[in-house]
């Protein structure tokens, strides 16, 4: 490919923004989305989700009503009767530090870390999750939203208006 050709493949350099954009971000959003690494309750009603079926167990449910351990549990036990099995099986869960009871809450279903993106980004993707948490309008779990930020910081964009 000639050297011209290739001049107009790469990616124009961003556009700088009005400072006022900066400044109206820093008002609005609220002290809860400040964080760099963001915290949500696993029962939040559009960053969590129901609890896992299963009496004791303090994980989101995913399908059929339990959270991923649970369900593989489950499946392993050859998709037995899902009342009886969400009335008789334990909370306990494996990991790789061993069982224990209730186990916490793992990082990835509960954090968002935006540690990665630039200051304006960063900003708006968190007055984007504020407005999302006061609209209550649809469901973005935290998976969804850590792998958003995730291409985010990978594209190295400034601004979601990039």
């Known amino acids: ?5 290739r001049a107009d493949r790469r990616p124009a350099a961003p556009t700088p923004r009005p400072a006022w954009v900066l400044e109206k971000l820093i008002g609005v959003v609220r002290p809860e989305f400040r964080a760099d690494v963001l915290v949500f309750d696993p029962r939040d009603p559009v960053f969590g989700g129901p609890a896992c ?5 303090v994980r989101t449910a995913r399908g059929r009503g339990l959270c991923g351990a649970h369900q593989l549990r489950w499946r392993n036990q050859g998709k037995p009767d899902l009342d009886q099995f969400t009335a008789t099986t334990s909370p306990v869960i494996a990991s790789k530090f061993g069982n224990g009871p209730a186990a916490p809450v793992p990082p990835s279903e509960c954090q968002v870390n935006l540690a990665d993106l630039g200051p304006q980004l960063r900003l708006e993707v968190q ?9 209550h309008t649809a469901q973005a779990p935290v998976d969804t939203v850590a792998r958003m930020v995730r291409l985010l910081a990978a594209l ?6 990039d």
């Open 53 to 57: 079926a299963v009496a004791g167990c």
């Open 1 to 5: 490919m000639n050297p011209a050709a």
């Open 156 to 161: 190295s964009v400034t601004s979601l208006l």
């Open 127 to 135: 007055y984007l999750l504020q407005c999302r948490r006061d609209d």
